[in-house]
């Protein structure tokens, strides 16, 4: 078994550790991977109606909620998809061009 910290661009494929095998489950939350977006969506709370919509639909689990509202965005793992803005039915969410934290 090839240590992840072994493994470059000339590693061939059959070497590879499946990445089952590489990380315990549950690290996730340890990384930030919001540093990879190139867009950031903008929570309008004033016109946000609650309605969660957008809460399952986020790939990152980025949209906190608490006590049946849904707080501002968790910007360390939004990734900046959009899909959020996409399915939210109120002008509650707008994606701005950068990959900066608000």
Excluded at 26 to 54: D, I, Q
Excluded at 65 to 77: I, S, T, W
């Amino acid at each position: 078994m090839i240590c992840a910290k072994d493994i470059n661009e000339r590693t061939p494929w059959q070497d590879l550790t499946p990445g089952g095998e590489i990380y315990e489950p549950g690290t996730a939350r340890a990384f930030n991977t919001g540093a990879w977006r190139t867009h950031t969506p903008v929570f309008h709370p004033e016109t946000c109606k609650h309605c969660m919509l957008c809460v399952p639909f986020c790939p990152d689990n980025a949209i906190p909620v608490k006590d049946g509202k849904r707080l501002d965005f968790n910007y360390m793992h939004c990734k900046g998809c959009g899909i959020c803005e996409n399915v939210c039915p109120f002008p509650a969410i707008t994606m701005v061009s950068g990959g900066v934290a608000r």
